[in-house]
């Protein structure tokens, strides 16, 4: 599996970017793909993730981001989107794109078997 992720760039606060993952490669039933993010001398934080079952999607995201961030997907291309709004400079991080075959805890780092490249997003004050 392969995940590009793209979209990151500089914003000022209160700007807004999408950031999308594209998946090629094996295919799963049942997967997970989740969005995460590193800032400066921090842990790698869950952000946002969809859990996708051959019945159903259910989508998630961290407390921080909720109303601001929405996690989409469109299946005819294999991308997984993580739209930001009203950004805010501590939203500043590289953020991941991961997915993970099952289904599992979509906030966990460990849940997560692929990884993408990561893109930078940088939100001016």
Same mark, same amino acid.
């Given at each position: 599996?392969? #995940?590009?992720?793209?979209?990151?760039?500089? +914003?000022?606060?209160?700007?807004? #970017?999408?950031?999308?993952?594209?998946?090629?490669?094996?295919?799963? *039933?049942? !997967?997970?793909?989740?969005?995460?993010?590193?800032?400066?001398?921090?842990?790698?934080?869950?952000?946002?993730?969809?859990?996708?079952?051959?019945?159903?999607?259910?989508?998630?995201?961290?407390?921080?981001?909720?109303?601001?961030?929405?996690?989409?997907? *469109?299946?005819? &291309?294999?991308?997984? !989107?993580?739209?930001?709004?009203?950004? &805010?400079?501590?939203?500043?991080?590289? !953020?991941?794109?991961?997915?993970?075959?099952?289904?599992?805890?979509?906030?966990?780092?460990?849940? !997560?078997?692929?990884?993408?490249?990561?893109?930078?997003?940088? +939100?001016?004050?």
């Amino acid at each position: 599996v392969q #995940l590009q992720a793209s979209g990151g760039g500089l +914003v000022q606060t209160g700007g807004s #970017l999408r950031l999308s993952c594209a998946a090629s490669g094996r295919t799963f *039933d049942n !997967y997970h793909m989740g969005w995460f993010r590193q800032a400066p001398g921090k842990e790698r934080e869950f952000v946002g993730g969809i859990i996708i079952s051959n019945t159903a999607s259910n989508t998630y995201l961290t407390n921080s981001v909720k109303g601001r961030f929405t996690v989409s997907r *469109d299946n005819a &291309k294999n991308t997984v !989107y993580l739209q930001m709004t009203v950004l &805010k400079p501590e939203d500043t991080a590289v !953020y991941y794109c991961a997915l993970g075959g099952g289904l599992r805890q979509v906030s966990s780092i460990s849940a !997560y078997d692929y990884w993408g490249q990561g893109t930078l997003v940088t +939100v001016s004050s």
